[in-house]
């Protein structure tokens, strides 16, 4: 299937999991575990986890519903924000209403930004 790689890196206010590649039916479920251990691994609540897909060139509605399914399975008092680079993938996560399960920026220095100051609401709209 499509190469995918994730990244960690952890940043004070934040832990930053960096996506790049492709998101297709071949690795969705891939992204998800891969998600699942790093969450699982986190020491300290409430924590924020910034999701980057900016290195993301192929995201299909595979990659949504790994969205879906990685939100429903982290723990209620994690905050995950969401660096959605391109406008399609913006509008992608809006007109399915994934985007309400997520704060979606812009770019990634926003939402860690964002994170430092604690703020929930100050996504892109």
Not at 39 to 61: E, H, K, M, N, W
Not at 102 to 119: K, N, P, S, T
């Given at each position: 299937g499509?190469l995918l790689?994730?990244?960690?890196?952890?940043?004070d206010?934040?832990?930053?999991?960096?996506?790049r590649?492709?998101?297709?039916?071949?690795n969705?479920?891939?992204?998800e575990?891969?998600?699942?251990?790093?969450?699982?691994?986190l020491?300290?609540?409430?924590r924020?986890?910034?999701?980057?897909?900016?290195?993301?060139?192929f995201?299909?509605a595979?990659?949504?519903?790994?969205?879906?399914?990685?939100?429903?399975?982290?723990?209620?008092?994690?905050t995950?924000?969401?660096?959605?680079?391109?406008?399609?993938l913006r509008?992608l996560?809006?007109?399915?209403?994934?985007?309400?399960?997520?704060?979606?920026?812009a770019?990634?220095?926003?939402a860690?930004?964002?994170?430092a100051r604690?703020?929930?609401?100050?996504?892109a709209?």
């Amino acid at each position: 299937g499509p190469l995918l790689a994730v990244a960690v890196e952890d940043h004070d206010a934040a832990t930053l999991v960096q996506v790049r590649g492709e998101i297709d039916l071949s690795n969705a479920r891939e992204l998800e575990a891969t998600f699942g251990s790093i969450v699982a691994g986190l020491r300290s609540a409430p924590r924020v986890v910034v999701i980057d897909l900016s290195g993301v060139t192929f995201f299909s509605a595979a990659g949504l519903s790994a969205l879906v399914r990685i939100r429903q399975g982290s723990p209620g008092h994690l905050t995950l924000r969401v660096v959605a680079a391109t406008r399609t993938l913006r509008r992608l996560l809006e007109i399915t209403d994934v985007g309400e399960q997520f704060v979606v920026h812009a770019c990634l220095e926003e939402a860690l930004d964002a994170a430092a100051r604690g703020g929930e609401q100050e996504g892109a709209r």
